[in-house]
């Protein structure tokens, strides 16, 4: 079993692991990669593999890591102002939000479709792969979370 436990810069990759976005946010799980052997990734924590990273091994192996396609809603309108408003109103609930040119996506849920909706945005479904913004308190790069130094209060969401 290969032991990933770092981000290497760029270059090719050995194979390839497919996961979802839930799963590229777990820093330590076993895996199997996309040609079915075992790993495992043991990254520092709070790291979020993106599609394209490619995390290595000591021995000097690599993976590449491809986001799967996943059960997705698309909000779009052409207003920014509208856009801004179901943005606000999908982080004020901590969901993680992919941002486009006049779309926002995030997992699929009927409850944040109908909030969309009634906004007045278009609410599409599909299978796509998810890679939402990361975190105000991520650091940049690859963490995701609150450290203890960074943390924002939390409050109710009624």
């Given at each position: 079993m290969d032991i990933f436990d770092r981000l290497v810069s760029g270059g090719s990759a050995d194979r390839t692991l497919t996961l979802s976005f839930?799963?590229?946010?777990?820093?330590?799980?076993?895996?199997v990669l996309d040609d079915g052997s075992a790993?495992?990734?043991a990254l520092p924590r709070g790291t979020v593999l993106r599609d394209g990273d490619v995390p290595g091994s000591a021995d000097g192996r690599t993976v590449?890591?491809?986001?799967?396609?996943?059960?997705?809603s698309t909000a779009a309108h052409a207003d920014p102002a509208t856009l801004l408003r179901a943005a606000y109103h999908l982080g004020n609930r901590h969901v993680p939000v992919q941002i486009g040119?006049?779309?926002l996506r995030y997992l699929h849920d009927?409850?944040?479709d109908a909030l969309c909706r009634g906004l007045g945005?278009?609410?599409?479904?599909?299978?796509?792969p998810f890679e939402p913004e990361d975190g105000a308190y991520a650091g940049g790069g690859h963490h995701?979370?609150?450290?203890?130094a960074t943390a924002h209060p939390h409050h109710d969401h009624d």
């Open positions: 839930e799963r590229r946010s777990r820093s330590r799980q076993r895996v790993a495992l990734l590449r890591v491809q986001a799967a396609a996943e059960t997705v040119p006049g779309w009927h409850v944040l945005l278009t609410v599409a479904v599909a299978e796509r995701h979370g609150h450290g203890e």
